[in-house]
């Protein structure tokens, strides 16, 4: 998911933090623009004639994820939402098994290996109640993130996805005005991993929160196996701007949408449960949205 900064070489000379991880290096560092330029934007959908849709991803020859294991950290109020902790483990741990996911099986790295799941949360999760307050920057999704690391809440997995899941109360910096999620790199010990920050989707959406929370960690986690490292899977809109392959159907959700009695929506069945989320593109050759 694209995320614009204005303060480019501010976010590539971040200092290391004193507990040994590096600042993140968000995929979008070569491509950052100011939210009035024109180009697309996060909050609208792609259409077949939109920059982020033409543009053609090419293998850049770096890391796919073949199959990641989720490192979840709740991070702010989430004491009454096990409902929603519930389900959105049940959609990781089960959409390998899905169609949808079988368009992400079609990338492969230099080597010949594809990405293949499988996708599973490790347990247990973890929570985080406001150390870095309600009010985050992007360092500050870097420490809630270390700190689990150094309390020795989660392994040190260069393979993994370290994924934190803020509530509805907490604000992160561009969140609800350029990005609703993003996914990026850091550097703990030595070692470089893979991270996604996704906000409760009713701090931004008029959607149901756990419907706009799931569609966005559904779009990151499909370019985190893709393109964990900014150069494996990419390509670059007329506009300039770096496109993965979930910017090409971002907010596309297809014919095959059903409405419940309540009106509510789905689209994709996992193991028993419906859900509501983009479709995912394979984007190489003229294909846009499955």
Not at 162 to 189: E, M, Q
């Amino acid at each position: 998911m694209r995320f614009f900064l204005l303060l480019l070489a501010t976010v590539l000379t971040l200092a290391v933090l004193a507990s040994g991880s590096a600042a993140p290096r968000p995929r979008e560092a070569l491509a950052r623009r100011d939210d009035n330029e024109s180009g697309d934007n996060d909050f609208v959908p792609a259409s077949s004639n939109s920059p982020s849709a033409q543009a053609q991803l090419t293998y850049k020859g770096g890391k796919i994820l073949t199959g990641t294991v989720s490192y979840i950290t709740w991070y702010g109020n989430w004491n009454h939402s096990s409902y929603a902790q519930g389900i959105v483990t049940h959609f990781i741990n089960n959409l390998d098994s899905t169609s949808w996911f079988q368009t992400e099986t079609l990338y492969k790295d230099n080597t010949g290996a594809h990405i293949s799941g499988p996708l599973r949360v490790y347990s247990p999760s973890s929570f985080d109640h406001y150390s870095h307050g309600k009010n985050l920057t992007y360092n500050d999704h870097i420490s809630i993130i270390t700190r689990q690391l150094q309390q020795g809440s989660f392994p040190v997995d260069p393979t993994g996805l370290y994924v934190v899941f803020t509530s509805a109360d907490v604000n992160s910096k561009d969140f609800c005005t350029s990005i609703c999620g993003y996914h990026a790199s850091l550097t703990v010990v030595g070692q470089t991993m893979v991270m996604a920050v996704i906000a409760d989707g009713g701090v931004c959406n008029p959607s149901p929160g756990i419907d706009a929370l799931i569609n966005v960690f559904a779009h990151e986690v499909m370019e985190a196996m893709s393109d964990p490292f900014l150069d494996a899977w990419f390509g670059h809109s007329s506009t300039g701007d770096i496109v993965e392959n979930a910017d090409k159907c971002n907010l596309i959700f297809g014919d095959n949408v059903k409405t419940f009695s309540n009106g509510a929506k789905w689209n994709l069945e996992v193991a028993g449960e419906k859900f509501y989320v983009q479709q995912v593109s394979f984007g190489i050759d003229g294909r846009s949205n499955s």
